[in-house]
């Protein structure tokens, strides 16, 4: 469910009823539905998108496949409106490489797969937008507030992870376009197609969107810039899980105060775990530290922001790292140190994202890929593994029979995790 949903709205996208709906739901009450229910929902809808592969899902991620790509040097090459750009953001003055490389690492998504969307829609890419409209809203979300290359890539980005991490935890099945039609995904597909068709659907009506998700559309213009999305890449190694330890000192009890939800963004994997120290309730940074949860070294550091990547490598496309999020700026670790899991890293407050209360978000990737919290993929934290939940932020950890339940309090019994 998303917000403003409503049954008879859902029942005409899918071209299903509302009864139907509720006949595979049942005790499901029209009146209170919430934000990230999941519904069972008959599909009325027969028309098929394209089957067409428009990229393997390693281009889709910021993994491996980016080892050696410069958001940078391919902008300069390419030469056109985006290597001019510069747009302030929260106060800092960014070019427009540095906002695609941030955007890029902060959501995970491929770089590449950016650009090329980004010249689609507006031509910044490699020449000059043709209008005002294409200068203000250059991914094609025209909405008032959300100016700016900044805002339109995250946006996009979300979207992108939403189409991606939907279809691959199965209940993404129809493809929608912003005036509430829908196709069904073709059998066949990969996660990252149907993440760029996505994209696509909610900028393009259905007419154009057939073109553009064709041979003369997307992969025409991928191959322009960069060559063939399916050329072949070095094989990836899967490192076994990291044993991680509680975020937090030895001795002191944090709380639980969200279950799983979007690493990073609502379209990311439902990942991601939050964390609260003890000694403060609005948004003062905490005098607690957080703390790393392995060994390894500190790939990258921004605002609210800091990957630790436990390869030891410095690059967070690889292996397995842990991205924390709302560690204040002062006292938090430079990037390039090396750290035993224990050590401090920052202290929780507010800054980064979303939050009205100081907390740590911690979430998995691996190769790239955020790592849900699902069926047959536990997160383990100090021998406590989180469940997976049918509804953001809600959810349980366990731990020897002793259960804990997310809650936006601080109560003993109810949240509380002692560090041994």
Known sequence: MQPGDTLSAIAAQFR??????????????????????????????????????????????????????????????????LSRYQETVGGRTLTGAQIVEEVARNHSVGPRVLLTLLEMQSGWVRGEPADDRARLYPMGWERPGAEGLYRQLNWAADRLNDGYYGFK????????????????????????????????????????????VGPQGFPAVYR????????????????????????????????????PHGGWGNGAAWGALDFAPPDVEGCAPSRYWARAAADGIIARTGEGVVVLDTDGDGHEETG???????????????????????????HPSCEGGFADAAHVHLARRLNGEWVPIAPGQPFRLGGWEALPSFALYEGALVRDGERKTACACKDDARNGIPAP
């Open 169 to 212: 935890g199965r209940w993404m099945w129809t493809i929608r376009f912003a005036d509430g039609r829908r196709v069904r995904v073709a059998e066949g597909v990969n996660a990252g197609t149907v993440a760029v068709q996505a994209f696509l659907a909610a900028v393009r009506a259905p007419e154009d969107w057939a073109r553009a």
């Open 16 to 81: 299903t009823t509302v009864e139907a709906i509720q006949a595979l739901n049942p005790g499901v009450d029209p009146q209170r539905l919430a934000v990230g229910q999941p519904l069972w929902i008959p599909l009325g809808v027969q028309e098929r998108g394209p089957s067409e592969k428009l990229i393997p899902d390693s281009e889709l991620v910021y993994g491996p496949a980016y080892l050696r790509f410069s958001v940078a040097g391919a902008i300069r090459h390419f030469g056109g409106y």
């Open 320 to 346: 397995w790292v842990m991205v924390y999020l709302h560690i204040a700026a002062e006292g938090r670790i430079p990037p390039g140190t090396r750290v035993r899991a224990g050590d401090p890293l920052g």
């Open 224 to 259: 322009a810039l960069f060559g063939d999305p399916f050329r072949e890449e070095p094989p990836v190694s899967v490192p076994p899980e990291p044993a991680w330890r509680l975020p937090w000192a030895d001795g002191e009890m944090w709380y639980f105060t969200g279950g």
